[in-house]
């Protein structure tokens, strides 16, 4: 099976422009988290999804935004972009389990994609 | 403090030395703990999961979890230099999937 995968790895932003990461989750997977990792802080939750709805909201601010899609691709946006969010952004993907039910589940990461904002 | 707290090291072992890998933490609410181990430049990588207290082994690997203690541990057996990593505990609630990590231990195994 092919594992998560993450586009694009690499991106270099300037203050105020906006970003879109992209995430393919392991076939089958309808759970898709996103998380944050800097040197400072570690790893960070953002946010997951689950059947293109938001299941989980992490501690960040709004410009922070998810999406799903019905192939249980996801896409994470960070508009106005500040020094502070240059990171490596991680995709994680499980089967999800059932809603409402105990997650009984594991993710798995996908590479990141480091963004760089100058 | 931190909700979980890890030495984020350096550590430094012989190849073939026993490493020891550690994790406290504050949240008695956490059920299910995981390690992974991440290479530089790359994802994490899940290496262990288990659920609530109790050990757990996979081949060289063995995870413990001591709930009245709130801690956990890693043990890896006849390190490898191939184990050089930076190792990541994690835990999260029953009910989703907001894992809380750990600083990350970075490991060193020298030949």
């Known amino acids: 099976k092919a594992g998560v995968t993450q586009t694009p790895r690499y991106l270099i932003k300037t203050r105020g422009q906006q970003v879109t990461l992209s995430c393919s989750p392991i076939s089958g997977h309808r759970s898709v988290s996103w998380y944050q990792q800097t040197p400072g802080q570690g790893l960070q939750f953002l946010f997951e999804y689950f059947s293109e709805t938001q299941r989980n909201k992490g501690n960040f601010p709004g410009r922070f935004s998810g999406r799903q899609f019905s192939n249980s691709r996801s896409e994470m946006n960070v508009s106005t972009l500040e020094l502070g969010d240059s990171a490596l952004y991680l995709c994680?993907?499980?089967?999800?389990?059932?809603?409402?039910?105990?997650?009984?589940?594991?993710?798995?990461f996908g590479p990141g994609t480091r963004l760089t904002v100058l | 403090q931190k909700e979980v707290e890890q030495d984020p090291g350096p550590l430094s072992v012989p190849e073939g030395a026993i490493v020891s890998l550690n994790c406290t933490y504050s949240n008695s609410a956490f059920q299910y703990f995981m390690w992974y181990r991440q290479y530089s430049r790359k994802g994490p990588e899940l290496l262990m999961y288990?659920?609530?207290?109790g050990n757990k082994e996979d081949g060289r690997f063995t995870a413990q979890v001591d709930k009245s203690s709130k801690y956990i541990s890693l043990f890896i057996r006849d390190s490898q230099p191939s184990d050089s990593a930076t190792y990541l505990c994690a835990m999260r609630l029953s009910n989703n999937n907001d894992m809380r990590f750990g600083a990350g231990t970075r490991l060193t195994v020298k030949p």
């Open positions: 288990t659920y609530s207290s």
């Open positions: 994680a993907s499980s089967p999800g389990g059932l809603a409402g039910g105990p997650r009984t589940d594991t993710q798995y």
